[in-house]
């Protein structure tokens, strides 16, 4: 199992559509991101698949968090074609920022045109099209869905791409047609909304080397500075992820100087754009509710002061049937399922809504930001 961003199902976010939701929201004032201190938020992914769980969802979301990170897979095509007829994949879009705004919630974002299970690969491209960052076609596409964001919604933070180290890893060779598009991509959101923090994620196992079969013959603890910097000087912030469960047997076992050495590399605001502890062992990967309340120290008390912002990937697990029978509708992978469900205990309170001990912990640092 690779560490991966949960996805945000089709149904599972875009049931945020709900129908019609209301034409118009006011955005939180101030906004969270304009505050001092850290903002704090989750991935919008509700317990079930369902409307209602979404719309319950959004409500407790606004009781612990500051924003929600919105992270889309590319609706490839519209971006290249001349169609006027918007996708539906955009619509959620809006629904999801409406219902945040209804909510109290901010909204960051995340371009991610690969698969948030498994990130060696992109994620539906259209037939015909060459998975690869020097695609023509790819170049526009992710362009095109980058710079909408930017005009539709003037986001304070965002991504363009996540965990692409682990990417870097599979495909040495893309690495720098990726690298050079980032830059291009950079440049235009600038020029479109200059007050936007732009920004691509890293995985902080494998960028230490920390997963055997992600090592590639390199030493654990000898950080691959190097993919991270050959984005500078377009990073406005180092952004990584997170999930050291697997790596370490329990929370405890993370070492006190294992966020530090970024404090040392850079100046630059940090952020942890996505990360959790499992409070249960699932497959091969332990768990227990202490160890997720280690996990949020650890971050907090090694690297809190310099965060900018901090995802935590779920307030509320997951019922793991839902998801699947929403996967096989959207036609994904058994293997997909699976790493999914290795991220189904992550969350700060049962799917029931019971909260585990490390929700009170996150309430607590986010009421000291």
Same mark, same amino acid.
Request: charged content about 20%; aromatic content about 12%; proline content about 8%.
């Given at each position: ?14 049931? %945020? ?84 705004? %209804? ?12 698969? !948030? ?29 980058? %710079? ?10 965002? !991504? ?74 377009? %990073? ?134």
């Amino acid at each position: 199992m690779r560490p991966a961003t949960l996805v945000i199902l089709a149904l599972g976010a875009a049931a %945020l559509a709900c129908g019609s939701p209301p034409a118009s929201a006011t955005p939180p004032q101030p906004s969270a991101f304009e505050l001092p201190g850290t903002a704090y938020g989750f991935f919008p992914s509700p317990p079930e698949a369902t409307t209602a769980s979404v719309l319950k969802h959004f409500g407790d979301l606004g009781q612990h968090a500051d924003f929600i990170l919105v992270q889309p897979n590319l609706p490839w095509e519209y971006f290249t074609s001349d169609s006027s007829d918007e996708p539906q994949q955009l619509t959620d879009i809006r629904n999801q920022v409406l219902l945040a705004e %209804l909510n109290g919630l901010g909204v960051a974002f995340v371009v991610d045109p690969l698969n !948030g299970l498994n990130r060696r690969e992109f994620f539906g491209l259209p037939a015909g099209w060459t998975a690869s960052f020097a695609t023509p076609e790819v170049r526009k596409a992710f362009t095109g869905f980058a %710079l909408w964001i930017a005009r539709e919604f003037h986001p304070a933070y965002l !991504g363009l791409a996540s965990e692409i180290n682990t990417y870097a890893d599979a495909h040495p060779e893309d690495f720098q047609d990726y690298v050079s598009l980032y830059r291009e991509v950079y440049d235009a959101v600038k020029a479109e909304t200059p007050d936007t923090d732009v920004f691509v994620t890293f995985q902080w196992e494998d960028l230490n080397n920390l997963l055997p079969g992600a090592a590639e013959g390199r030493e654990p603890y000898h950080v691959n500075w190097d993919q991270v910097e050959a984005f500078e000087p377009e %990073l406005d912030l180092w952004v990584i992820s997170s999930y050291p469960f697997v790596a370490f047997r329990s929370g405890a076992q993370i070492p006190d100087d294992y966020y530090t050495p970024l404090l040392g590399r850079t100046s630059r605001p940090l952020a942890v754009a996505e990360g959790g502890y499992s409070s249960e062992s699932i497959g091969p990967f332990p768990g227990t509710p202490r160890d997720q309340v280690d996990y949020l120290s650890a971050i907090h008390d090694q690297i809190g002061e310099r965060l900018s912002f901090w995802v935590y990937l779920l307030l509320t697990d997951f019922n793991q049937d839902s998801y699947n029978q929403a996967m096989r509708q959207d036609g994904r992978s058994q293997e997909d399922m699976n790493t999914l469900g290795m991220f189904s205990a992550v969350g700060l309170q049962e799917e029931s809504g019971e909260p585990k001990p490390a929700l009170e912990v996150w309430d607590r640092f986010r009421s000291e930001r």
